[in-house]
């Protein structure tokens, strides 16, 4: 018990002094009542209460926050059903490596009338997809707790962190004080290992540099780029690498979105080094390590995690940024790289890319869609993809210019985060462009988040591939072999849904007429939803057909 002459706080007004101390601006949540001692003290600090329309809808807003900024979003749901709520984006978090705090209620521990009712192991629930999952016992702990919590979400690799605050331990009286958070550095790679990899790549021939979502967390564009551009070696990116190198480059390749048998793989398998920044083998392998194969020197925070198709020879561990200036001084300029093959690849890849984008078939084809976006965004504006089909065509036909700039998931490769996503982006650069692309499958699952833009006024576009169907799925099912059976579905008047909320509704009927009314809409402000008809009959025939017919030849 506190002294009579010592100072207490209630434990939720300490909690939040704790959150502003940490920097957090907002908090993204659908509360229950378990949670309204925590609402209370928000309710009079600088923190920003975002009231979303599920708990999904917070946890990937707040992921999304983090994910831009580097620095933990949070979101707060109550106990049972809101808790259980959040562990889609949990594990979107986990794997995608974003640093997310959720905060949920609980029932009271030490002394409960109401037996089991709603009362799950939360705590338990999330340790497996969290890197740390704590119930708050007493009051005195918060300050520690939620430092904790911070520095592990934050702390490579990002993740996600769950703290639960039962209702009798919010409404106590502490005495503790705050932990004043301080700033993080990252060890340096040692110089032998710098060395060891800097020999490798002057003995390659055809060395590749792989660029992945690891170089997307931190300010490492200038060093990479500077690396490619000294040593003049050609680069590739994973789907979550895109923009950390700007892809108008020479030296782009291309992006690494189907497993093998693309252009770019006869590349990656004549290259007998691939240096590796930032790859994290949460995302659908690039390309497969063999026995006796090519070497990789993996370069990113922490180090690689082996499995059958990733085994590097060399790893440079450490701070991402110095390896990389460092390893590039290492190198210096006495390289023989041969970039013939590598130009021929070039080609080829910018020749299939091309094909398609002035398509006037309606509805619209894939080729035509992205190029088009692509015409519509500026370099820094931002699209958010939910997940289906159209998101490998992204990633292999739309350039990213810039980092961040391309916001999808090929870690948990979730359909549900594309809006909220957005939404996030949205918020933190109300300056940029921000589009929302979606198939109206994924559209759906999170289709109310709307209300919450219109609430926020955000400056939105959400565009929505219209095939009445869940695409992706029927072209794996085509591809198996099997009928195209059961995977069809009925969508609402689009239009009419956007308007119901406030929003601005567009139907496409030709396709001259999608950049015109992508840019009307940016220009008018506000939440603008765009429906597409789309024409996937290409998937099978461009993705499938045609690369096998001609990748094997290059």
């Known amino acids: 018990m506190a002294n009579s002459n010592t100072q207490t706080i209630k434990a939720t007004d300490l909690f939040v002094k704790a959150l502003v101390a940490e920097g957090v601006e907002q908090i993204f949540a659908v509360p229950g009542e378990e949670n309204l001692d925590l609402v209370e003290s928000l309710r009079t600090s600088s923190i920003k209460l975002i009231l979303t329309r599920h708990e999904q809808g917070a946890a990937f807003m707040a992921a999304t926050y983090g994910r831009l900024t580097g620095k933990p979003g949070v979101c707060m749901a109550t106990l049972g059903p809101g808790a259980t709520n959040f562990a889609t984006p949990a594990a979107y978090a986990h794997l995608g490596g974003f640093p997310l705090i959720m905060i949920t209620g609980q029932k009271p521990i030490k002394k409960s009338k109401q037996g089991q009712f709603q009362i799950i192991d939360v705590v338990g629930l999330f340790d497996p997809i969290c890197k740390m999952s704590k119930q708050i016992v007493h009051g005195n702990t918060i300050p520690s707790l939620v430092r904790e919590a911070f520095r592990v979400a934050g702390e490579e690799r990002p993740g996600a962190v769950l703290l639960e605050l039962p209702e009798d331990i919010a409404e106590e009286q502490c005495d503790a004080a705050v932990i004043t958070p301080h700033k993080r550095y990252y060890a340096v790679a040692d110089d032998a290992v710098l060395s060891d990899a800097a020999d490798l790549i002057k003995k390659a021939r055809m060395p590749l540099v792989l660029v992945g979502a690891g170089a997307n967390r931190k300010d490492v564009r200038d060093a990479i780029s500077g690396f490619i551009d000294a040593t003049g070696i050609p680069f590739f990116v994973t789907q979550m690498g895109k923009g950390v190198v700007d892809e108008r480059s020479e030296l782009f390749l291309g992006t690494a979105a189907l497993s093998d048998g693309d252009y770019l793989h006869c590349a990656i398998d004549r290259a007998d080094l691939v240096i590796n920044f930032g790859h994290d083998v949460v995302e659908k392998p690039p390309f497969f390590m063999e026995d006796g194969g090519k070497k ?57 890319l091309a094909e398609g984008v002035d398509d006037p078939r309606f509805p619209v084809t894939p080729q035509r869609f992205v190029a088009d976006t692509r015409r519509a965004m500026g370099d820094k504006d931002i699209i958010a993809l939910d997940n289906g089909i159209y998101k490998i065509w992204y990633a292999r036909n739309y350039k990213a210019y810039e980092p961040n700039t391309v916001l999808l998931d090929n870690a948990l490769a979730t359909m549900g985060a594309g809006l909220p996503s957005a939404m996030a982006a949205a918020m933190q650069y109300p300056d940029r462009r921000v589009m929302a692309i979606c198939g109206d499958g994924g559209f759906m699952m999170n289709s109310q988040e709307l209300e919450t833009a219109i609430r926020l006024k955000l400056n939105l576009v959400v565009m929505v591939f219209n095939d009445s169907s869940y695409g992706m799925i029927r072209w794996k099912q085509t591809a198996a072999g099997f009928d195209d059976w059961g995977l069809e579905f009925g969508n609402p008047d689009f239009v009419k849904y956007a308007e119901s909320y406030g929003a601005t509704g567009h139907r496409i009927e030709a396709t001259d007429d999608l950049v015109p009314t992508i840019n009307a809409a940016f220009k008018a402000g506000g939440v603008h939803l765009i429906d597409l008809p789309v024409d996937y009959s290409d998937n099978q025939k461009v993705l499938i057909d045609e690369l096998a017919e001609k990748a094997c030849l290059l």
């Open 296 to 352: 990789v020197i993996h370069v990113n925070y922490k180090s690689a995690q082996v499995d059958s198709v990733y085994f590097p020879q060399v790893e440079v561990v450490g701070d991402l940024a110095a390896s990389v200036r460092k390893l590039q001084t290492a190198v210096g300029n006495d390289l023989r790289v041969d970039l013939t093959y590598f130009k021929t690849i070039k080609a080829e890849v910018e020749k299939h």
